[in-house]
Nanobody
Framework: QVQLVESGGGLVQPGESLRLSCAAS????????MGWYRQAPGKERELVAT??????NYADSVKGRFTIARDNAKNTVYLQMNSLKPEDTAVYYC??????????????WGQGTQVTVSS
C-alpha cells in the first residue's frame, strides 16, 4: 500500500521561511509527477508547484518565493517556502502519481500539513 507522509508545517511570521517534506513509501515501482497543493479556509484546493520528468510548474502567486525539489532515491519531494505571506496560510497537501506493484498507476494524497503565517 502506498502512503505519502508530509512534515515541516508550522506557525511563522511574515517574511520567514519553512521547508515541507513529503516521503512516499510502500510497494513503489515508479513515480511520475510529484507536487504540492494547498487549501485555505473557505477556498478550493489549488496547485502550488509540481515536478515531473518534463519540468517544474509553479503557481503565479508563489513564483520567485517557493522552490520545489525532488530526491528520486528517497521518493521524496520538498517545498522550500521563503518570504512567506499571510495569504500563504493553508493546509498543504502532497500529491503524486505512483506506479505500484499492486494497483499499477494511481494518484495519491498525503494527509496535509498546516502552514500558518501570522504576526
Amino acid at each position: 500500500q502506498v502512503q505519502l507522509v508530509e512534515s515541516g508545517g508550522g506557525l511563522v511570521q511574515p517574511g520567514e521561511s519553512l521547508r515541507l517534506s513529503c516521503a512516499a513509501s510502500g510497494n513503489i515501482v515508479s513515480i511520475n509527477a510529484m507536487g504540492w497543493y494547498r487549501q485555505a479556509p473557505g477556498k478550493e484546493r489549488e496547485l502550488v508547484a509540481t515536478v515531473t520528468r518534463a519540468g517544474i510548474n509553479y503557481a503565479d502567486s508563489v513564483k520567485g518565493r517557493f522552490t520545489i525539489a525532488r530526491d528520486n532515491a528517497k521518493n521524496t519531494v520538498y517545498l522550500q517556502m521563503n518570504s512567506l505571506k499571510p495569504e500563504d496560510t493553508a493546509v498543504y497537501y502532497c500529491n503524486a502519481d505512483i506506479f505500484s506493484g499492486a494497483i499499477a498507476w494511481g494518484n495519491y494524497w498525503g494527509q496535509g500539513t498546516q502552514v500558518t503565517v501570522s504576526s
